[in-house]
C-alpha cells in the first residue's frame, strides 16, 4: 500500500512565522501535491510538483511557497503565517491516477 | 476554479438504504474519480470512470457517467454506518500535459444512522 506521511497531525503557529509543512511518499511517485481544505470550499490546489526541483503553481499560490530536493518529500513553506492560512493541509502523491493522500495537518495560526 | 460540484451537500439515511450523490462538471474531461474522506482524515480513491465508459462497478459501489450532460453519479447500496463520510468528485482536465491534476468538488456529508 502507499503511504503518505504528513510530518505533523496538528500544529500552532504564530502570525509572522515561517512555517514549514512536510510530505514524504513511499512509493517512488512522480507527482506530489499540496492542497487545502476549509469548510464550504472544498479541497483547493496550492501547488504541485511532478518532478525533482519542478514545482508549478496551483489555483491559490499566493503565501506559499514549496521545495522537491528529493523524489520522496515535497515541502509546503508558509513565508509569513496569516491568520486566513489557519487550514487543514492534505498531501498527495501520485504516479498517474488515482491520487493518494496523508491524513492530513490541521495548522492554526494565532 | 471550481470543476465538480456535489449535490446535496448533505445526506442522511438509515443503514441498509441506498444513498445517491450526484457530480456535475463544467469543461470535457479525460476521467472523474470518487474520492470518500473519513472526518479528520486524508482522501481515499473509490472508484475512477473514464471520459467513454457510462457505469462502473465496484462491490457496493456504482458510478455513472453522462458526458453529454457533463454529470455522474454515485450510488452506495446497502449502506453500512461505516460508510458515514465526505464523498468528493473529482475530474482531470482533458487537455494534455496536466501532470494529473485534478479538480474537487465541495463535497457531500453522508451519514447513515443505525
Known amino acids: 500500500d502507499v503511504k503518505v506521511t504528513q510530518s505533523s497531525r496538528y500544529l500552532v503557529k504564530r502570525t509572522g512565522e515561517k512555517v514549514f509543512l512536510e510530505c514524504v511518499q513511499d512509493?517512488?511517485?512522480?507527482?506530489m501535491f499540496w492542497y487545502r481544505q476549509d469548510p464550504g470550499l472544498g479541497l483547493r490546489l496550492i501547488y504541485f510538483?511532478?518532478?525533482?526541483?519542478?514545482?508549478e503553481k496551483g489555483d491559490i499560490p499566493e503565501g506559499y511557497s514549496v521545495s522537491r530536493e528529493k523524489k520522496e518529500r515535497f515541502s509546503l513553506i508558509l513565508e509569513s503565517a496569516s491568520t486566513n492560512q489557519t487550514s487543514m493541509y492534505l498531501c498527495?502523491?501520485?504516479?498517474?491516477?488515482?491520487?493518494?493522500f496523508g491524513d492530513g495537518t490541521r495548522l492554526s495560526i494565532l | 476554479s471550481q470543476q465538480g460540484e456535489e449535490d446535496p451537500q448533505a445526506l442522511s439515511i438509515q443503514e441498509g438504504e441506498n444513498a445517491t450523490m450526484n457530480c456535475s462538471y463544467k469543461?470535457?474531461?479525460?476521467?472523474l474519480q470518487w474520492y470518500r474522506q473519513n472526518s479528520g482524515r486524508g482522501l481515499v480513491h473509490l472508484i475512477l470512470?473514464?471520459?467513454?465508459?457510462r457505469e462502473k462497478h465496484s462491490g457496493r459501489l456504482r458510478v455513472t457517467l453522462d458526458t453529454s450532460k457533463k454529470s455522474s453519479s454515485l450510488l452506495i447500496t446497502a449502506s453500512r454506518a461505516a460508510d458515514t463520510a465526505s464523498y468528493f468528485c473529482?475530474?482531470?482536465?482533458?487537455?494534455?500535459?496536466?501532470?494529473?491534476?485534478?479538480?474537487f468538488g465541495k463535497g457531500t456529508l453522508l451519514t447513515v444512522n443505525p
Open positions: 498527495a502523491s501520485s504516479l498517474g491516477e488515482p491520487q493518494h
Open positions: 510538483s511532478y518532478d525533482v526541483k519542478m514545482k
Open positions: 469543461t470535457s474531461i479525460n476521467n
Open positions: 473529482a475530474t482531470d482536465a482533458e487537455s494534455g500535459g496536466s501532470n494529473y491534476k485534478l479538480t
Open positions: 512509493m517512488d511517485h512522480e507527482n
Open positions: 470512470i473514464r471520459s467513454n465508459e
